[in-house]
């Protein structure tokens, strides 16, 4: 297909498909999902984000990379089907270590969260090199302090958590009864980083 110039192109073609290659320049540029109001902001008045960013996801569908909505904004990931495959050949990112795992997860659940709190859902104590870990690691952070004695700091996830995951928003996080009902299956063993 031939794009026609801009001033002999009434229906906005040459026009969509500069914004399109813009959005999968931005996104694949980005070490970061990239949300829909970034992407507006570069766009042409009268092209709206979310329009662009659907046509470009269904361009993806089905390819070795998709178009994924993630972490409050799109990112490029393998596809699903491929990646199980990649994981031989690609480095794997170093797993957390099952302390860390468990205070995540607390922390992730029950937001915003203090240490003592941690430790209580756990039943064990908690060391400061653990959650320096997750806090090296941009999993988590620190948001604002418990009106108690002491003022101990309160505790949540982070958007790069969101990523790291491949969750949309926090509500996507599996409940409680699923994640006993798969217990005894492969899936949610720990973080297997983005997809390559």
């Known amino acids: 297909m031939t794009l026609q110039p801009p001033d002999e ?3 906005g073609i040459a026009q969509l498909e500069h914004a399109l290659r813009l959005a999968e320049a931005l996104i694949f540029a ?11 902001e570069l766009l042409p008045e009268g092209l709206r984000a979310d329009a662009v960013l659907t046509l470009l996801a269904s361009r993806y569908a089905g390819r070795g990379v998709e178009l994924t ?26 797993r957390l270590p099952r302390a860390a795992m468990e205070a995540l997860a607390i922390i992730a659940y ?3 969260v203090t240490r003592p709190e941690i430790e ?7 060391s400061q090199t653990t959650l320096e870990t997750l ?32 969750l949309r928003v926090l509500a996507d996080l599996p409940r409680r009864e699923e994640l ?9 063993a720990g973080s297997t980083g983005p997809a390559p």
């Open 69 to 94: 909505e993630v972490a409050g904004g799109y990112a490029f990931r393998t596809a699903p089907d491929l990646a199980p495959v990649l994981t031989r050949v690609v480095e794997a990112p170093r």
């Open 180 to 188: 006993l009902a798969g217990e005894g299956q492969p899936g949610f």
């Open 120 to 126: 209580e859902i756990r039943g064990t104590s908690l």
């Open 30 to 40: 980005s070490d970061r999902p990239v949300p829909a109001q970034r992407l507006q």
């Open 9 to 11: 192109d009434p229906a």
């Open 135 to 166: 806090l090296e690691q941009g999993l988590i952070a620190p948001r604002g302090r418990k009106e108690v004695p002491g003022r101990p700091t309160l505790w949540g996830t982070t958007p790069r958590f969101l990523e790291q995951f491949g």
């Open 110 to 112: 029950h937001q915003p």
